[in-house]
């Protein structure tokens, strides 16, 4: 048996190793400085991963990440870092997203806009070779940017969808009203928790992982994780049906409270063992070691870390510093000016205001900088109206957030039953039309059903829309013109017919002025007319 021989020390191989520890360093300081300037962005992230299940997966992705990067190092060996500028123009671009982020008061802008700095700063500073080697694993990074739940919505209509065809299919009669629905056993409703949002992020991220790890072939890789994106979509569904079904042919004494939830992630993991099994069949081998890139010439590196590499590193920290500096600068222009809001008081085109002692419907809007309710009359006809106004919108306090509602799931007085748009032609307005049902039923003093409109107003510019919404917010504080806004709700008895749309028609036109003038002189610090209610 003859001894075995070193490996051969590759050409170049000594000139890579003395140019990495120049080249870490200057990656090292690049997202330090990420990491200090943003830290309360990187903090909120990390608060959203503790405080939502459907994020706290989140947690296992730096770690990963990082492992799968150590995984690579004998690849990297062969590689030299070289800076490379081009990478300037996405750096800046995350820089860009994360400042107008910050501005509407967006966490999914501002996280993904960090979280894609410290990314294309690897290439920035190492080199679009090495960041070559470690794509995945740096791609995998964005698996830790809390989005997503804006899809929950359209996930529950989906899940009550394929719940309620299910069950008519077994034989069972539905009566469904939205997301609630009533079976000759009980009344089931599917909540934020069906959706399924949670199975298919904790999924996608998982299945990714587990194609990279187990197959070299792209094509494979793509299969693969498109089947682990429709599985738990699917298995949700069936999961909510035989939830459902469970409990109705138990009588209501299995697949119900506490045990709803262990049942549902004992499914999910039965569905995550059977889709890795399923993929174990296609497994590929690992590939062979990595060899000697071509074009990696001795002595490359001290030329590569020389003039160029300090003005990338010079420019890759002022694009990190003006960003920054810009929100602050802003925020400290931001008028501290009281706000003083009110609804039109006495009698207007023949409606008259009243106190509100007991609002009828109460809509979730959090930490707005003033609130004003009232009620009108005209005859037999009543329009409940709710304003609430922000001023120095941030995340805390903002007008498009997800917590901001008319009703919640846990609502114990009204439910939604649907919802849809209604257009005005005097004045040109379209607004959001919700009809919602009265749970107490006759034991209720309240009408049965509500006819609820709901539009925003941005600075003097109604919208019915979210973007649209943010987006005006948006350019009037980057103008200088301030963040003012509010979101108005009107409300009436559903009636017969349409009765409550003709009513709340009327009120709308004859009285969006009076309310808009009211908008305006909170926005411009005058001092208003008495108030119905302050």
Known sequence: MSPVSPMPEPQGGSSARAAWPRALAGLALVLLLILGLYHQTAWAMVQIWNRSETFAHAFTV????????????????????????????????????????????????????????????????????????????????????????????????????????ALRLSGIPVYREGLQFVIPSGNWSVVEACSGIRYLMASVMVGALFAYLNYRSLKRRVIFVVFATLLPVVANWVRAYLTVLLGHVSGNQLATGADHLLYGWVFFGIIMLAMFMVGARWAEPDAPPPERPAGQGVGAGSASLGATGLATW?????????????????????????????????????????????????????????????????????????????????????LISSVNTLVTSEDRQWSRVSQGSVELTQPSLRMRRVELRNLHGTDSPWPQRLDVWQIYW?????????????????????MGHGDDAAALVFYTDHGDEGAGEAVLREFVQENWAALDAALRRARDAQTPAPAALR
Not at 106 to 113: E, S
Not at 458 to 478: C, E, F, I, M, Y
């Open 62 to 165: 730096p770690p990963i990440a990082l492992w799968l990067i150590w995984r690579q190092r004998a690849a990297l060996a062969w590689v030299e870092p070289r800076p490379s500028p081009w990478f300037l123009v996405p750096f800046a671009a995350c820089g860009i997203l994360w400042l107008l982020g910050d501005l509407a008061a967006v966490n999914a802008a501002t996280q993904l806009a960090m979280v894609g700095m410290l990314v294309f700063a690897v290439p920035l500073c190492l080199g679009a070779s090495v960041a070559r080697v470690i794509a995945f694993p740096l791609a995998f990074f964005f698996f830790a940017v809390p989005i997503g739940e804006f899809l929950m919505p359209l996930f529950m209509d989906w899940t009550a969808d394929f719940t309620v065809s």
């Open 458 to 478: 941005v600075n003097g510019q109604p919208t019915s829309s979210d973007w649209q919404a943010k987006l005006w917010g948006l350019w009037h504080r980057l």
């Open 314 to 398: 010079a420019a890759a920290l002022v694009l990190l510093a003006v960003p920054f500096a810009w929100a602050q600068r802003l925020a400290v222009q931001a008028s501290p000016a009281e706000l003083s809001l009110s609804v039109p008081a006495g009698s207007i085109s023949g409606w008259q205001s009243e106190l509100v002692t007991t609002a009828m419907l109460k809509p979730v809007f959090q930490a707005p900088a003033a609130q004003a309710a009232a009620v009108f009359r005209k005859g037999e006809r009543q329009v409940g109206v709710h304003l609430a106004y922000y001023r120095q919108q941030d995340y805390r306090s903002k």
